[in-house]
């Protein structure tokens, strides 16, 4: 990213050659310039359009004091560049970029004043995948770095905890957006789950070596489970008739089988030894999760069964 110095520079030069210019909007096309480097003319014919305008007066005037701070991604698109006001899924999505962009962010709630946007817009490289970006650096940097009791030495118990749980769970949900992405429902795995591998839940003595927190985490994973399972078996093929839509026999049959790779995924998950020895805990304990948990997985295997059934049958039937 350009530093302070090269920006003033820029707005600068842009100043001397457009007199008449918004000096918000040449210190953001001196970023554009210098991160992207768009051919000549790109960024002013991409803020020149009718949309462009639109979105730079919702970014550059609107007031925030209420609700998330404005964002203004630009990227290289098709014949220039392209502006959007917000962030891509990721790169599965539906016209997902190919190449890095640039984001905008107000830091202040009032508008940037006319003169600058200087200390009022936060700008820097956006990824092509900025959720996979985030979930790798959540995942490779800052859930070793807060596992590693060197860097919270000094910290209380209960801190340390906190911080891991609200660390692990927001990596939990980047996690299943990227799957939901892809169409499939993928179940986090609660904190402490890395050692269910290694415990012997036939063991008497099971129910003393695990912490209180981790079987709580674990019962708070059964309840958000099954609540995903309910979503994926109440789906049904019948939903775009509702939208006005007029779905072909082969909309319903990608439907169902969509549904069943799915469920396949979900029943994979709820083999994994982890996951077994979580439910083994459970059971050890008599906790009155751990019927949940057999309700949960019959109704995957019970949904499994049914998509076979309906997908063959209709196969036969369009083949007709």
């Known amino acids: 990213m350009p530093s302070a110095e090269e920006l003033a520079a820029l ?3 842009n100043a001397a050659e457009e007199p008449g210019a918004d000096p ?3 210190l953001l096309g001196a970023c554009v310039a210098q991160s992207l480097r768009p051919a000549a003319g790109a960024w002013e014919r991409c803020a020149g359009t009718a949309e ?49 962009g640039l984001f905008f962010l107000r830091t202040r709630p009032e508008p940037p004043g006319p003169d600058s946007p200087r200390g009022a817009v936060l700008c820097g490289d956006l990824p092509v995948a900025p959720l996979e970006h985030l ?9 070793p770095m807060l596992a590693n009791e060197k860097n919270r030495q000094d910290w209380p118990h209960m801190v340390c905890q906190d911080v891991r749980q ?15 992405v892809k169409g499939k429902t993928l179940l986090p795995l609660p904190v402490g789950s890395e050692k269910m591998a290694y415990v012997d839940s036939q063991s008497e003595t099971v129910s003393d070596a695990i912490d209180k927190s981790v079987i709580y985490a674990i019962e708070s994973a059964v309840v958000k489970w099954s609540h995903q399972v309910q979503m994926v078996l109440k789906r049904e093929s019948s939903q775009p008739l509702f939208q006005g839509e007029n779905p072909t026999p082969k909309v319903e049959l990608d439907f169902w089988k969509s549904r069943s790779e799915d469920l396949e995924y979900i029943y994979n998950q709820l083999r994994m030894i982890k996951v077994r020895g979580m439910a083994g805990l459970l059971d050890k304990l008599q906790s009155s999760y751990f019927p949940a948990f057999k309700a949960m997985f019959r109704n995957v295997v019970a949904g499994e069964d049914q998509q076979i059934f309906l997908q063959i049958h209709l196969t036969q039937f369009l083949m007709e």
């Open 11 to 13: 707005a600068a030069e």
């Open 52 to 100: 462009g305008e639109q979105l730079l007066q919702a970014f550059l005037g609107r007031d925030a004091a209420e609700g998330p701070r404005p964002l203004l991604v630009v990227r290289p698109g098709p014949g220039g560049l392209t502006m959007r006001p917000g962030l891509d899924a990721g790169p599965g999505a539906a016209g997902s970029p190919r190449a890095k």
């Open 135 to 143: 979930a790798a650096l959540f995942s490779e940097v800052v859930i």
């Open 166 to 180: 609200h660390a692990h769970s927001l990596h939990c949900d980047l996690l299943v957006i990227l799957e939901q």
């Open 24 to 26: 918000r909007l040449r």
